[in-house]
């Protein structure tokens, strides 16, 4: 119950937002994390504050993207051992111990939301693309 008190009471002035989704080990030379970061520049310029997982990959992705648009953004991080870290570009961060209670945080406060292909995954098929 307290982490829904805190994100409630921590986010309910974001304004307008977008919550981002996408793979935690997305490389910074993937074309998934540049795709993520130019999406989340053009959503910041345009008003929209964004919340990430607020760990690496595309969430690092997303939270820099919107600190470079010069917009607002969110962390929602998630206790895990051994697996996350908060990235360095969130303005708001919260910690949960229950996905459920994060969840609910991320579909709350979106005004929309983006799925990103994340990790290093390569097509294997020509036609895939």
């Not at 229950?98 to 292909?117: E, I, Q």
Request: charged content about 25%.
């Amino acid at each position: 119950m307290s982490e829904f008190v805190e994100g409630f009471e921590t986010l309910k002035n974001l304004g307008p937002a977008i919550s981002i989704f996408g793979s935690a080990r997305a490389r910074k030379d993937d074309w998934s994390y540049k795709a993520a970061l130019k999406i989340a520049i053009m959503l910041a310029q345009r008003g929209f504050a964004i919340i990430s997982g607020g760990g690496p990959g595309i969430m690092e992705a997303a939270n820099k993207g919107s600190a470079d648009g010069e917009g607002r953004l969110g962390g929602l991080n998630i206790k895990l051992p051994e697996e996350q870290k908060a990235n360095r570009y969130q303005d708001v961060s919260l910690t949960f111990r229950h996905f459920f209670a994060r969840k609910v945080m991320f579909v709350k406060y979106a005004s929309g939301t983006s799925s990103c292909r994340g990790g290093s995954e390569r097509w294997t098929s020509s036609s895939s693309r």
